[in-house]
């Protein structure tokens, strides 16, 4: 029904949001400090390092890794 759908859209959009978030933030970490990508995927709230890594390049098109070395180079 309607209301069901747009309760899962809502839903949906909370969950992106709370994902860009995290992101967001991820890649600021990346730029001013020099904690290791894991330590970083553990407190944005990532159980998975690795599932964070792909996450990270789906969202900003570079892995964690090549994020913090293109910034430095900038």
């Not at 978030?21 to 709230?45: C, F, H, M, P, Q």
């Amino acid at each position: 029904t309607r209301v069901r759908s747009s309760a899962a859209s809502d839903v949906y959009k909370r969950q992106e949001y709370v994902r860009e978030v995290k992101l967001s933030t991820a890649a600021r970490k990346l730029i001013v400090s020099t904690e290791s990508i894991n330590d970083i995927s553990y407190e944005i709230g990532y159980e998975d390092p690795n599932y964070f890594i792909r996450e990270f390049k789906s969202a900003f098109g570079y892995t964690p890794n090549q994020y913090r070395l293109a910034a430095k180079e900038s």
